[in-house]
């Protein structure tokens, strides 16, 4: 059983930059991929980022490619989310996962964390 705790979230104004950290326990965290979703009230939760066992591939959403870098440590177990030139359509809810398979950008992941909200102001 893999817990995740993400930490980070916060309010920083459009064009900002936040760093988002999960950390994980109860397993071998570099035997799973990690991810970010996120989730605005309303609307479905959406894929944002994902990153191999090792950190040697990563995938992201066209929504942010470029503006958001997520890395991981194998000795911390932990995985980051660094958001670069933030705009209010970022502000969400993010959530940690984790799947012992190769990435994908659905939601079949294994474990989930309780989630950071991250709001942006105009």
């Known amino acids: 059983q893999v817990q995740l705790v993400e930490s980070g979230g916060g309010l920083v104004q459009a064009g900002g930059s936040l760093r988002l950290s999960c950390a994980a326990s109860?397993?071998?965290?570099?035997?799973?991929?990690m991810a970010w979703f996120r989730q605005a009230p309303g609307t479905e939760r959406e894929f944002v980022a994902a990153?191999?066992?090792?950190?040697?591939?990563?995938y992201y959403a066209d929504s942010v490619k470029g503006r958001f870098t997520i890395s991981r440590d194998n000795v911390k177990n932990t995985v980051n989310l660094q958001m670069n030139s933030l705009k209010p359509e970022d502000t969400a809810a993010y959530y940690c996962?984790?799947?012992?398979?190769?990435?994908?950008?659905?939601?079949?992941?294994?474990?989930w964390g309780q989630g950071t909200q991250v709001t942006v102001s105009s």
């Open positions: 996962a984790a799947r012992l398979y190769g990435a994908t950008m659905t939601d079949a992941y294994n474990y």
């Open positions: 109860g397993g071998t965290f570099s035997r799973y991929t």
């Open positions: 990153i191999s066992w090792s950190g040697g591939i990563t």
